[in-house]
């Protein structure tokens, strides 16, 4: 048996894939001292035997560091940087390929080591979240380690458990400055914005871990005395108690300072207003202008104009949309969603152009075969 975060597992296999890096020049960054890789393998060690152990730099440049890897048990993993230029004196580097090398190495293993269950990723890079998804299929477990202000809220949300470096090391532990929790949502909303990044429920959690040190919503109870299951409950007590506003439109939550408007202060929820706006604003006189209407929302989305696509955002256009609802010139109800859109052709409204694949819808006017997707499709 092993035991991580107190709790007795059955012993199991581990691989720990380092992003060196990204995780020393964070560590150097935020804190101003080399990563201690001691911790990290502890941490590793807890979920079970730790069987590979591997860090991926360009080493010609961190020849110092390779000793205190295998002081700890982990094998440096070479991977060059190349470089471009006709003047050896005024070279640029090209990013290296670490991350791929890494993946490769981490799928490499998931096929061939069978007994390994956990797989611990030390990186704050988003880019490894496919990865991560890939592994968990498999039934594997993802952890990851990243450093404060440099780890990806939505890497910290991919992974079956999430820690900062300094939970880890012992040394490195941040002040908690603001011991209210609703003022380190506060805070962490502030910090967002100071980094370019949207206020996401994702993102809040993870900076309020990083504000105070730890974070667990499930430590706070609402008013009816009960603890709060999810993040989103948390954020809404905070709501109720003034401190923030919640923003949803559909396709996004995020969270806001009272009094804000959302199409102020955050790029993604512009845009999600901006993309509804016509749709909610334009008055549809006739089921063909719905048609055209849905055309539009197409092409905003860069969908394909078939059918099918038509009238799912038909759908959204016009809730409880049904091409029964709705007669021909002949006074009967359509039978078919393709006769409502043919009607709409002879009504000059729309064209369709049929390639024998798929039928494909364009605005009157257009020119079909020079916009179609598929009636160029083989010819040279």
């Known amino acids: 048996m092993s035991k991580a975060n107190g709790v007795d597992r059955p012993q199991k296999d581990v691989a720990l894939f380092l992003d060196f890096e990204n995780v020393y020049i964070s560590v150097r960054q935020v804190y101003n001292q080399n990563p201690n890789f001691e911790v990290i393998v502890e941490k590793a060690a807890e979920y079970g035997r730790l069987i590979i152990s591997r860090a991926y730099a360009d080493w010609y440049h961190y020849q110092r560091i390779t000793n205190a890897l295998y002081a700890n048990?982990?094998?440096?993993?070479?991977?060059?940087?190349?470089?471009y230029g006709q003047n050896p004196q005024h070279t640029h580097a090209i990013k290296n390929s670490v991350d791929i090398h890494m993946v490769i190495d981490a799928m490499r293993t998931l096929y061939t080591h069978d007994n390994i269950s956990t797989f611990v990723f030390v990186t704050g890079d988003r880019d490894f979240i496919p990865l991560m998804n890939a592994i968990r299929q498999y039934g594997k477990e993802c952890i990851v380690i990243g450093v404060a202000e440099a780890a990806s809220s939505h890497l910290a949300q991919s992974a079956d458990e999430f820690f900062f470096y300094h939970q880890l090391a012992e040394d490195v532990v941040p002040e908690s400055q603001t011991r209210d929790p609703y003022e380190a949502l506060v805070e962490a909303i502030k910090?967002?914005?100071?980094?370019?990044?949207?206020?996401?429920?994702?993102?809040?959690?993870?900076?309020?871990?990083?504000?105070?040190?730890s974070f667990d919503q499930a430590r706070y109870k609402n008013k009816d005395g009960k603890s709060f299951a999810r993040f989103k409950d948390f954020v809404r007590e905070a709501e109720r108690r003034g401190k923030v506003q919640l923003f949803t439109n559909g396709a996004v939550n995020m969270v806001l300072l009272p009094g804000e408007k959302a199409e102020e202060v955050s790029v993604l929820a512009a845009d999600v207003i901006e993309e509804a706006a016509p749709v909610i604003a334009r008055k549809i006189e006739h089921h063909f202008d719905l048609v055209v209407e849905a055309v539009h929302l197409a092409r905003r989305r860069n969908n394909l104009c078939t059918m099918a696509t038509l009238k799912v955002l038909m759908k959204e256009i016009n809730q409880g949309f049904e091409e029964s609802n709705y007669q021909d010139s002949s006074g009967r109800p359509y039978a078919k969603f393709k006769d409502m859109v043919e009607d709409a052709v002879s009504a000059g409204k729309v064209q369709i152009l049929t390639t024998g694949t798929v039928d494909?819808?364009?605005?009157?006017?257009?020119?079909?075969q020079k916009l179609s997707r598929f009636a160029n499709r083989g010819k040279k």
Do not use: C, N, W
């Open 191 to 213: 910090l967002a914005r100071e980094r370019k990044s949207e206020p996401t429920f994702a993102t809040l959690k993870l900076l309020m871990q990083e504000i105070m040190g």
């Open 360 to 368: 494909e819808v364009f605005l009157a006017g257009e020119d079909p």
């Open 73 to 83: 048990g982990i094998e440096p993993v070479y991977v060059p940087t190349y470089y």
